[in-house]
């Protein structure tokens, strides 16, 4: 029985599944994922204020503080959290483990010291109702949701974002008739799109039948500092809805003025899909060489307790079982021995890397990214 992985909600480097429940949709067009940006930038309100005129409160937040601004309370997001945290030159990770110990008193007098010795700055908190947020961020320890407003977005005044909407906007304008929204994603920490070019296609064989797999884009971007726009090419797997995210950052930059912005994202827009069909034979060859590298079921139980060994491509798939890495490798094992099925009844690469970009699609997108990422390096390497 699979159960939701849990983490430090205040780690950076990933987020509480239990405390952000992201919004995980598929379309087929972008009406969807405009309406939710939409949504969210109405809702949005950006407010400038001195580090110094912050009250700080210790209880039942989202994240186990509360950040007082006139007469209003706010919660936290996990990387709104980890933002503050940042400002105050103090680590996150201590005061997650002083709320765990119950220790209020000093997590609260240490905010207190640190914001004395950072007084100088000013802040520009991006803050949104929880009730249009894209997730209702649980509060540790009980089952009801955060009813009040959120910090998403601790920032500095001269941030400058690339908003979602000049992104789309461009999407719409540019993007050929054939291309089809696989999944999306608009939370508060950022927006992910995966589109797939169906004119695109390489056929691979399923057994005794052709499949296919299409070439696409994955473009993220974030209003909240947690990564600047970028735009990486993705093979999807039909058959079974999984994909790989290829290795070669086609395209990507960091904040611009909003003019230079958009010039720079239809360039490297149209840049990238010019590359897409000579990727898209690279990655037929790529899928059949890795067909044709068979394993031995040893060695097969070998290379998955390496992988999921492995912090970011491993652990987040053991997280998945209530039975840990053992049941992990046996579902690895069950979905390799069907990918033998269709050939000559040997475990392959092919299958391998299969079973763990099939068993990520349980992950928000998100968090899956570094699965396909690695399943994609796979593809292209010749070792």
Not at 196 to 219: C, F, H, R
Not at 306 to 335: C, M, Q, W, Y
């Amino acid at each position: 029985m699979a159960t939701k992985e849990r983490v430090d909600p205040f780690s950076v480097r990933e987020t509480d599944v239990a405390l952000q429940q992201m919004d995980h949709r598929k379309a087929s067009n972008l009406v969807q994922v405009v309406r939710s940006v939409n949504v969210m930038d109405r809702a949005t309100k950006d407010i400038e204020v001195p580090l110094a005129d912050l009250k700080f409160t210790v209880g039942r937040y989202p994240t186990g503080i509360g950040v007082i601004h006139g007469k209003t309370t706010y919660g936290l997001t996990p990387w709104a959290t980890s933002q503050l945290c940042n400002r105050m030159e103090m680590p996150a990770s201590y005061l997650w483990k002083l709320y765990r110990r119950e220790q209020h008193k000093l997590l609260l007098s240490n905010l207190q010291t640190m914001q004395r010795l950072h007084d100088d700055q000013t802040l520009l908190l991006r803050t949104v109702p929880s009730n249009v947020s894209s997730y209702k961020p649980v509060i540790i320890g009980e089952k009801n949701p955060w009813k009040g407003k959120l910090i998403r977005g601790v920032l500095t005044p001269s941030f400058t974002a690339t908003d979602n909407t000049m992104i789309l906007d461009v999407l719409k304008e540019y993007l050929p008739n054939g291309f089809h929204i696989t999944e999306w994603q608009v939370t508060n920490d950022g927006m992910v799109c995966r589109l797939v070019d169906t004119k695109g296609k390489t056929k691979i064989k399923e057994g005794g039948k052709v499949g296919a797999l299409y070439v696409g884009m994955v473009i993220s971007n974030s209003e909240v500092g947690k990564g600047s726009v970028s735009i990486e090419i993705f093979a999807y797997r039909l058959i079974c809805t999984n994909g790989m995210v290829i290795p070669r950052k086609v395209a990507g930059f960091k904040r611009r003025h909003l003019g230079e912005a958009r010039d720079e994202f239809e360039t490297q827009l149209q840049e990238t899909l010019a590359q897409l069909p000579e990727i898209s034979e690279e990655i037929g060859e790529g899928t059949e060489r890795l067909r044709k590298a068979r394993w031995n079921e040893e060695n097969s139980l070998l290379r998955i307790e390496s992988a999921l060994a492995n912090r970011d491509h491993g652990k987040p798939i053991v997280g998945l079982f209530d039975g840990g890495k053992k049941e992990a490798t046996e579902s690895i094992l069950g979905i390799m021995r069907t990918e033998a099925k269709k050939t000559d009844n040997r475990l392959t690469r092919w299958g391998f890397l299969n079973a763990f970009t099939s068993l990520a699609q349980r992950l928000p997108t998100d968090r899956r990214t570094a699965i396909e990422t690695w399943a994609g390096g796979m593809l292209f390497s010749r070792n």
